[in-house]
């Protein structure tokens, strides 16, 4: 059953533990690298690479934002949220058309990993 998360946890690691688990983001920064389990409890994980020209990590002692958005598009769930203030901002769904084209845009930078692989 999906358990959607409603606040993320964080945690600054060297590597990625086993197994990722749900409302936790991982972020290691000797890899430029956040992973966290999706948002809307498909159990998917998410990698995000952590630089300028893709995603931003703001930490602010207490709390951490990812920006651009999460847009999940290549799983089942397509859900599509932000990390603000380590608190899931469910945004609104994109249709295909805009989905590629904002692909496009920003070249696919970021990778999924079904749980356990």
């Not at 994980?45 to 995603?55: D, G, H, I």
Request: glycine share 6%; aromatic share 12%.
């Amino acid at each position: 059953m999906k358990r959607p998360t409603k606040i993320f946890q964080f945690e600054f690691v060297e590597n990625i533990p086993r197994p990722v688990e749900q409302g936790i983001l991982y972020i290691s920064m000797p890899y430029a690298t956040a992973i966290h389990s999706c948002a809307c409890g498909c159990g998917y994980e998410v990698v995000t690479k952590l630089s300028p020209q893709r995603w931003q990590l703001i930490f602010d002692g207490e709390t951490i934002s990812l920006y651009p958005s999460i847009g999940n598009w290549d799983l089942p769930c397509r859900s599509h949220y932000w990390i603000t203030n380590s608190q899931i901002h469910w945004a609104e769904e994109w249709s295909d058309r805009k989905v590629e084209k904002e692909r496009k845009k920003a070249n696919n930078s970021k990778v999924f990993r079904k749980p356990g692989i």
